[in-house]
């Protein structure tokens, strides 16, 4: 069987966001969920930036509505999760 790559660069970095969600939604199962949720996190403030820099023809998956949008949205949920992991006080032990 052969794997097909996509073929523009928006679609891979889509492809690794992917991967990256699915890590830490696994992290967040398994046990360490502060861990696993600042992994989903990061992975969606790296979307953002890849948003940013990824030209217009080659945007692919990444693109949802326009840019502006698409970055703030993406940013916001990421930074949004990263400080929920940050910020929930710890249960009693």
């Known amino acids: 069987m052969k794997l ?3 073929r523009s660069r928006g679609s891979q970095f889509y492809l690794l966001l992917l ?3 699915a890590i830490g939604l696994l ?3 398994s046990g360490p969920w502060r ?3 600042m992994v989903v996190g990061v992975t969606f403030v790296i979307g ?3 948003r940013v820099v990824v030209s217009a023809e ?3 998956m990444l693109r949802v509505r326009s840019k502006a949008f698409d970055v703030f949205w993406t940013a916001t949920l990421g ?3 990263c400080l929920l992991a940050l910020l929930v006080p ?3 032990s």
């Open 27 to 29: 992290m967040v199962v």
């Open 19 to 21: 991967v990256g969600v």
């Open 4 to 6: 097909i790559w996509p």
């Open 58 to 60: 080659h945007v692919g």
């Open 90 to 92: 710890p249960g009693p």
């Open 48 to 50: 953002a930036l890849a």
């Open 35 to 37: 861990a696993g949720l």
């Open 79 to 81: 930074i949004s999760l």
